[in-house]
């Protein structure tokens, strides 16, 4: 089975072209591809496979000739991987799968149609608009952080540090504490940091991740731009962008005025292999 592995901001991704949807894609498989000793190693794999092949996909057909198949390390499904998008169209690009379109180019998800703009060195593509619409807490040890829930199409929980308690310091080597009342699926936690004023953007924040499914990870574009929705609110500005830097590198959210929800960032393919 060929694969290629590819990386945005550092949230790599064993990629596994499938246009057919022919691969007996397990959870176990899937745990086993993304083990980073045993196996080829990633924070989740994207299996590339027709929108028309895939019954989760079908509908979208006639919209996105490409489904982004995207599962966790841990061989659990995800609504939507923000980071994995970019990483995904540029795969597709690069294997003369699809060429953007006046608008972009499209790609069906389980959250949706998302429609990627590309240029050379980053990308940016059209997200679900994120609705933050509850409060919450999260917790580390004895250290309990107020948090804001966000869907992005799947669920984010963001919590701003205060108190002197910085990033640097949080144990997410496990899950944080969460209400199952509010996420019943699981929920992605974010933790935030003020930081230095950047030029070009309304705001700059720094971010920590623990994602579901796949732990603590470099990266994660959903957790970005739920973090960015935030940031923008508490800014007070309904448009805006926002630098958000991750342990990974730095990505861009933007809200701009026709009402967009935009994520921009680098998308890299590393190696193509074969697994045995
Ligand atoms: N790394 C992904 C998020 C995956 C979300 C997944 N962990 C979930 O269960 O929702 C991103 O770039 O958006």
């Not at 064993?14 to 745990?31: C, H, K, M, N, S």
């Not at 998008?85 to 540029?90: A, H, P, S």
């Not at 060429?99 to 790609?107: D, F, K, N, Q, R």
Request: glycine content about 14%.
């Amino acid at each position: 089975m060929r694969f290629t592995k590819g990386h945005g901001t550092g949230n790599d991704f064993v990629i596994l072209p499938d246009p057919d949807g022919e691969l007996e894609l397990t959870a176990e498989r899937v745990a086993a591809l993304c083990d980073r000793h045993r196996g080829i190693g990633g924070d989740g794999v994207l299996r590339v496979v027709r929108s028309a092949k895939h019954p989760e996909a079908a509908g979208q057909a006639g919209e996105a000739e490409w489904f982004m198949d995207y599962w966790n390390s841990d061989g659990s499904f995800a609504e939507m991987c923000g980071n994995g998008v970019r990483v995904f169209v540029r795969y597709l690009m690069s294997n003369d799968l699809a060429t953007p379109g006046p608008a972009g180019l499209p790609v069906a998800t389980r959250a949706g149609i998302m429609v990627a703009q590309v240029n050379d060195g980053s990308i940016r593509v059209r997200m679900t608009t994120p609705r933050v619409y509850a409060g919450s807490t999260a917790t580390i040890g004895a250290l309990t952080v107020p948090g804001v829930a966000v869907d992005c199409g799947n669920p984010h929980l963001v919590c701003n540090l205060h108190d002197g308690v910085r990033l640097a310091v949080l144990d997410l080597t496990r899950p944080p504490g969460h209400d199952p009342a509010v996420f019943p699926g699981g929920v992605n936690v974010e933790f935030v940091e003020p930081a230095e004023p950047v030029d070009g953007v309304d705001g700059h924040v720094r971010m920590r991740v623990h994602e579901r499914g796949s732990g603590e990870t470099l990266s994660c574009g959903t957790g970005a731009l739920a973090v960015g929705a935030v940031a923008l609110r508490d800014a007070g500005l309904t448009t805006g962008s926002i630098a958000v830097d991750l342990p990974g590198g730095r990505l861009i959210v933007t809200h701009d005025d026709d009402g967009v929800w935009w994520l921009e960032g680098p998308a890299v393919l590393v190696a193509t292999g074969e697994v045995l």
